[in-house]
């Protein structure tokens, strides 16, 4: 909402207020968690307050010099919006003693820790404060993380969302002529937080001055489509001198006076951009809400390196704003280097494959177009491919399997979270001789910050003697693949760690990764995804794509299973190594993450085998907080795994993978298949014993059971 004043206090999360201030053009400011008497004063600045997640967690923050001042700022008309309230710092430390009609019961044992679609928030549709100007549900598609929600709420509060649970999961009420409003919400990832966070205070915002103009809403929608697009208000009560406005990257293309019951705002979009539907009274703003504009199609690359293992089968993703686009009468010609050329149709909408193996060396476009006829309705963004006269040292196979000079390789292996301050160089080398001891093969580590060429150089030497190959993460990457690439040890690069939490653009990404292939072709780039359905918004930064679910407390156990599967569907065909980042820490006393039993990390391990893993890495060694060898039980597995999948090896770099169905939740299978044997693997997430019937047999698991049959 243009020029809308919001005091953004931020807690743990310092990058969750980032984009806030882009989305709407609103004026944000920012505060530590510690600034309560700078805030204070400065209160009657801002139409709206937002505590952040984990503001004020175990500070014991002097609320009671402040809390008078927020409820007059409140009760004046401002607005505060507790987004994570699974906390006495966010809820009873601020306004508690306001009296029992402020007090909140938090239970934190709610069903939303399963993490599932069913077990996903429902956000009430019948509440105007939850339609206008945005549509608060159609956020909520998917599954937020969270484990709590209120119960026995004061009757002055009215329920927003529930959990499956039937509780309340995002509340409201008023105080005097303001709103407060407060979330039981933990999404992790920060784009889609703040894109939640903003459509509340929107409509929190407009329905305070729709009441105050004696107006109400009973429609607000603003097409994206390119082309001949229109919006549609529904105005109830009130209207005189209230407009609508539509403008498209700041500029006005349609305004109208707004009448009482259904207005339709025709208008055309012809350039890619922000749009924003404005309903006005003079100058003043009610209520706002803005769209980007969707292209008609977008075209997405799985590789950026191509190299003769896998020139002849790259895929391309034809993303299309209407099904309509995919059929006739419309068509998509593609072309390279404004020459056109055909790709062979996979099935699934929008998915092709070409052989770019004739190309000549060097960087190449790719683009794609949106005909109708004989009229071009749309080009895409171009793409860009660097065709290798040679198989990279470390490339990757057509079927996802990691090759080091033509070898087939299957990453075992263990992070250690080396740039920790808290950990020297020396707690890195024992890391090493940890993973040399027991047979581990790869090793996850950070390059220090003030760490010499020299210092990691020696570290790379001491590994490549032990056979182990190493994955770096440097906060200077250019300069350390610079130093480094030529080191044999090298097994690729990491070059940003969930950026899917961490709201980084998939245009930054993959400049990232053009980046670094200008430094060192010669090894791939390797990237953690939280949620594996955001790995599709990254091509072609998937060269080795990896997912880390830690479901230890707080989900079900087979999270690990429908994580991989996930990322496996996404990366089916696209010549990218899987790797399965496996739960092997936890901290003391921590909601979020325990320490899983043996038996828990040993059924993950098999989880992500069967879902198709192509590599398996062990967070962690240490980080800091958690240091494996003080926990033995834990420890002793882990030091057997490598052993254990150096016997099933061959299948799983040579054998061919096929998933197996089972008639029981819970419960996963997958067999491997060479020339002469075949491996079997079940795998029971549950804990019961449970008898499932796979390939006509009936089986006997005991609880978070693991059968290997060769």
């Given amino acids: ?90 809820t009873t430390e601020i306004f508690g003693s306001w009296g029992g009609d402020f007090q909140l019961k938090r239970n934190p044992h709610c069903a939303m820790r399963q993490k599932d679609k069913k077990h996903s928030p429902k956000i009430l549709k019948a509440l105007p404060v939850n ?38 999961f995002m509340i409201m009420r ?31 915002l407009a329905a305070q001055n729709l009441e105050k103009e004696k107006s ?58 922000k749009l924003k539907l404005i309903v006005k009274k003079r100058d003043i703003v009610i209520a ?36 309509d686009f995919q059929n006739p009468p419309y068509r998509i010609d593609f072309f390279v280097d404004g020459k056109p050329f055909a790709p062979g149709k996979l099935a699934g909408d929008g998915v092709y494959q070409a052989d770019f193996s004739s190309l000549s060396p060097g960087e190449h476009v790719i683009s794609a177009r949106l005909v109708q006829g004989d009229k071009v309705l749309f080009n895409t963004e171009p793409g860009k491919i660097k065709i290798m006269t040679h198989n990279p040292r470390v490339a990757i196979s057509p079927t996802g399997v990691l090759q080091i000079e033509g070898k087939p390789f299957f990453p075992i292996g263990l992070y250690h ?30 390059i220090k910050p003030d760490e010499s060429a020299a210092s990691f150089g020696k570290f790379l030497q001491a590994a490549q003697e032990h056979n182990i190959m190493i994955l770096p993460e440097s906060d200077s990457l250019a300069l350390s693949v610079q ?52 790995i599709g918004k990254y091509w072609p930064v998937t060269e080795m794509a990896a997912v ?40 003391e006393s921590d909601p979020i993450f325990s320490v899983p039993t043996s038996r828990q990390l040993r059924n993950m391990l098999y989880q992500a085998l069967v879902a198709g893993a192509k590599g398996v890495i062990f967070y962690t060694y240490e980080d800091g907080r958690f240091y494996l060898p003080d926990h033995p039980e834990l420890c002793g597995l882990i030091k057997s795994v490598p052993a254990e999948l150096k016997a099933l090896e061959a299948f799983l770099l040579h054998g061919e993978y096929r998933e197996l169905a089972v008639n029981s939740p819970g419960v996963y299978a997958a067999e491997w298949k060479t020339a002469d044997a075949t491996l079997q693997v079940l795998v029971n997430t549950m804990g019961k014993t449970v008898q499932p019937v796979i390939g006509g047999k009936r089986i006997t698991l005991g609880p978070e059971a693991v059968q290997i049959s060769k």
């Fill in 1 to 90: 909402m243009g020029g809308t004043r919001v005091a953004f206090v931020i807690g743990q999360q310092h990058l969750e207020a980032d984009e806030f201030s882009a989305a709407n053009g609103w004026e944000l400011t920012r505060y530590r968690d510690t600034e309560l008497d700078r805030l204070a004063n400065e209160f009657d600045h801002y139409q709206v307050v937002i505590w952040g997640s984990l503001a004020g967690y175990e500070k014991n923050l002097p609320w009671a010099k402040y809390n008078q001042a927020l409820r007059k700022y409140i009760e004046n008309g401002g607005i505060f919006i507790v987004l994570d309230g699974n906390y006495d710092a966010a």
């Fill in 131 to 168: 339609n206008f100007p945005y549509e608060l549900y159609g956020l909520f598609d998917g599954y937020p993380d969270g484990w709590s929600h209120f119960e026995s709420l004061p009757r002055q509060w009215q329920v927003l969302a529930q959990c499956p649970d039937g509780a309340a």
């Fill in 174 to 204: 008023r105080a005097g002529k303001g709103t407060m409003a407060v979330l039981a919400y933990a999404m992790f990832n920060i784009h889609e937080r703040q894109v939640m966070l903003e459509a509340l205070a929107s409509n929190l």
């Fill in 216 to 273: 109400g809403l009973t429609e607000y929608r603003l097409s994206d489509r390119f082309g001949d697009s229109g919006a549609q208000l529904g105005l109830t009560g009130n209207s005189a001198e209230i407009m609508a406005e539509v403008l498209l990257n700041d500029q006005v293309i349609a305004s109208q006076k707004l009448n009482p019951g259904k207005n339709e705002i025709p208008f055309a979009v012809n350039e890619l951009g």
């Fill in 288 to 323: 706002s809400k803005h769209a980007e504009v969707m292209p008609p199609i977008s075209l997405a690359i799985s590789r950026y390196t191509v190299y003769p293992l896998i020139a002849p089968q790259i895929r391309l993703y034809v993303k299309a704003a209407a099904n």
């Fill in 417 to 446: 979270v080396s740039r920790d301050h808290r950990l020297p160089l020396e707690k890195r080398d024992e890391a090493l001789r940890f993973a040399a001891e027991n047979g581990y093969n790869t090793l996850h580590v950070s």
């Fill in 483 to 534: 130093q480094h690439a030529a080191a044999p040890a090298i097994l690729g690069w990491n070059i940003g760690d969930e950026p899917d939490l961490a709201g980084i653009s998939a245009a930054l990404f993959q400049q990232r990764l053009r980046d670094l292939k200008t430094i060192d072709a010669e090894h791939p780039s390797y990237t953690v995804f939280m949620d594996p359905a955001s």
């Fill in 548 to 587: 880390d679910p830690y479901p230890v407390p707080r989900f079900p156990l087979d999270t690990v299973y429908k994580s991989v599967a996930s990322a496996r569907d996404t990366l089916q065909g696209s010549s990218s190594n899987l790797v399965a980042v496996l739960q092997g820490f936890g901290y």
